[in-house]
């Protein structure tokens, strides 16, 4: 786990394989780190495959699962890529398993310029899931951000999106802008969350129709958060 930490410039490979058990409390799996708090990550490439199972009867009601990282709180993301696989392959239970290309589980984050260009993210159960190329869930929404980011993957689970795969709106919506997709997605963002319903929403994200205009976005972003 990482707080108040700044990694730049690293590159991981490798394999994770994570069966959840009953006996642990929030468990979180991320390709660089399984849980962070007021870190920036900027130019960081994660090549790490996932691939996760749950014990039905007895594993925690929650798994964020990220390419990057899996649990996120106040951190940056910033000109990161993924091409992890990441797959989820959770019982039957009502479980909330997040899934996301660069991070699972976002509170208050900001996610710049990051792109999805190889690698999978897969549900392969029914269970409640929760599945995005950029971000697989956003919380606390008035505080957070995904811009000019990029996703070329196949997304599938219960309620997927391209760039997102849900946010919760008891706290405000997040900022999303000028996200791109050219995945067999059928939409950028999959749902928004609240009061134990859920909406088809999406806002901020579109096909990828200009490339290099696309990559302008992206360094104009990066040069603005910069500056």
């Known amino acids: 786990n990482l707080t108040d930490a700044q990694i730049s410039n690293l590159h991981?490979?490798?394999?994770?394989?994570?069966?959840?058990?009953?006996n642990e409390s929030n468990p979180?799996?991320?390709?660089?780190?399984?849980?962070?708090?007021?870190?920036i990550f900027e130019n960081c490439i994660s090549n790490v495959q996932i691939e996760t199972s749950s014990d039905r009867e007895t594993c925690p009601i929650s798994m964020p699962v990220?390419?990057?990282?899996?649990?996120?709180?106040?951190?940056?993301?910033?000109?990161?890529?993924?091409?992890?696989?990441?797959?989820?392959?959770?019982?039957?239970?009502?479980?909330?398993?997040?899934l996301g290309?660069?991070?699972?589980?976002?509170?208050?984050?900001?996610?710049?310029?990051?792109v999805k260009l190889m690698g999978d993210v897969i549900q392969q159960s029914t269970a409640y899931c929760y599945v995005g190329g950029i971000v697989g869930y956003i919380a606390y929404g008035d505080s957070s951000m995904i811009r000019s980011c990029y996703s070329a993957v196949k997304v599938a689970g219960r309620q997927p999106g391209q760039i997102l795969g849900a946010?919760?709106?008891?706290?405000?919506?997040?900022n999303i802008q000028s996200c791109y997709y050219s995945g067999p997605s059928f939409k950028g963002v999959g749902s928004q969350f609240y009061g134990g319903s859920e909406y088809s929403y999406d806002y901020g994200t579109g096909k990828s129709i200009d490339i290099v205009s696309e990559i302008s976005d992206m360094n104009t972003a990066i040069d603005q958060w910069n500056q």
């Open 167 to 174: 946010y919760g709106t008891s706290i405000g919506t997040p």
């Open 101 to 114: 290309g660069i991070v699972g589980y976002a509170r208050t984050c900001k996610v710049i310029a990051c």
């Open 28 to 39: 979180c799996i991320g390709g660089i780190s399984a849980r962070a708090t007021n870190t």
């Open 66 to 98: 990220g390419g990057i990282c899996g649990d996120a709180t106040s951190c940056v993301f910033l000109a990161c890529q993924s091409s992890s696989t990441i797959t989820d392959k959770q019982g039957e239970r009502e479980f909330r398993h997040y």
């Open 12 to 22: 991981v490979e490798g394999t994770i394989r994570r069966v959840c058990q009953g």
